[in-house]
């Protein structure tokens, strides 16, 4: 892809509820708030950003197949599909973009069903447990990664 590089950041179930949802885990910050972090950050690094979030499996997995050839990165926070969702897994693999995986918390220190990812094999890699710096440190090396034209 010439051009603009591009970053689509897909969120899932339940984070359009950040902000009031389980403070103590999650925190105070609300999805619009960690979207315009990003937006900033995007601008300052001379990328361009997009953002979809839905409480629907079949809708992310729908913008995980639009993004190819349109994107260069996805950021993905799959929330609870990422312990179960084979449909996420395998759109994942379809494509050629390649996927960074965030978490707000760390999952592997919560409880045991959070531990396993079935998205972890398919993604380049996971971010989790740094609250919005997950996110923030996600689109960094995102950047990077594009700058390197690296997709692994």
Do not use: W
């Amino acid at each position: 892809m010439e051009g603009t590089k591009k970053i689509l950041v897909i969120n899932g179930p339940n984070l359009n509820l950040l902000g009031t949802r389980e403070p103590e885990i999650y925190g105070s910050t609300t999805l619009a708030d960690i979207n315009d972090l990003l937006r900033n950050r995007a601008e300052k690094l001379g990328v361009e950003i997009n953002f979809f979030q839905s409480n629907i499996e079949g809708e992310i997995v729908t913008q995980i197949q639009k993004a190819r050839g349109v994107y260069n990165f996805i950021l993905l926070n799959a929330a609870a599909f990422t312990h179960y969702s084979i449909a996420i897994r395998d759109a994942i693999s379809a494509v050629n973009v390649p996927v960074i995986e965030i978490h707000l918390s760390n999952i592997h220190a919560r409880e045991e069903f959070r531990h396993h990812s079935v998205i972890a094999p398919v993604v380049m890699g996971q971010i989790c447990g740094f609250g919005v710096e997950s996110y923030i440190a996600a689109l960094d090396i995102a950047v990077i990664k594009i700058r390197r034209g690296s997709k692994k």
